[in-house]
């Protein structure tokens, strides 16, 4: 199993550009969870999903948007980058049934927003 | 609401030293508490988890935590610190049958040889 991929691994916009952040995992789980993280402040969830088809926001949601149209893919959207989405980005993904229901999480996106 | 404090942002201690990491809770209901590390440039990795089975958990690396609901407190502790163990540790909560997970603030270890 690869787990919980992430694409790209660093990435550099200037402000108003928009891109998507890209998330699979190939456990067959059904939540999946965007998270940002910030130094001093741990990480803070952008939305989530519990499975094909069904989102939620989180803590901080607002300048991004999300959909699940299959159970693999989660992937996230800056639809209008600005200074303050720098950060790192992190998916993560956990059954939602089970004793087994920590999260599993990618290795991060860098983004740095000019 | 349910909530994580991590007391202390940045935590030294000499190699061989013990390793005590801090991590209070606030939930209404009884909670499933994770601590996490996090290598530079690297995702988090689960380091132990409680989920009410046991009050001592054992984890990966030496690593254990135990709940204390008195105290609402689950501090990670290691007796020995290994020059390996230097990175960042979070302290997470799972609410009840909720997937949401919070996240402390992280406890950047370093340890001094």
């Known amino acids: 199993n690869a787990g919980v991929t992430q694409t790209p691994k660093f990435q550099v916009l200037k402000t108003g550009q928009s891109m998507t952040l890209q998330c699979a995992q190939d456990m067959n789980h059904e939540y999946m969870s965007w998270y940002r993280q910030d130094p001093g402040m741990g990480l803070r969830l952008i939305h989530y999903s519990v499975g094909a088809g069904i989102t939620d926001q989180g803590e901080v949601p607002n300048g991004y948007n999300v959909s699940r149209s299959t159970t693999e893919d989660f992937p996230l959207r800056l639809l209008s980058a600005a200074p303050s989405q720098t950060s790192v980005y992190f998916c993560?993904?956990?059954?939602?049934?089970?004793?087994?229901?920590?999260?599993?999480f990618g290795p991060g996106t860098r983004l740095t927003v000019t | 609401a349910q909530s994580v404090t991590q007391l202390g942002s940045h935590v030294s201690v000499s190699e061989g030293a013990l390793v005590l990491l801090r991590c209070n809770y606030s939930s209404s209901v009884p909670p499933y508490l994770f601590w996490y590390v996090q290598y530079p440039n690297q995702g988090l990795q689960l380091l132990l988890k409680y989920t009410s089975a046991a009050t001592l958990v054992k984890g990966i690396n030496g690593f254990e935590a135990e709940f204390k609901k008195s105290e609402t407190s689950f501090h990670l502790t290691k007796p020995s610190a290994h020059m390996s163990d230097a990175a960042e540790y979070f302290c997470?909560?799972?609410?009840?049958?909720?997937?949401?997970?919070?996240f402390g603030t992280g406890t950047k270890l370093q340890v001094i040889p």
């Open positions: 993560a993904s956990s059954p939602t049934s089970g004793d087994r229901r920590e999260q599993y």
């Open positions: 997470a909560l799972r609410y009840g049958g909720y997937q949401k997970v919070t």
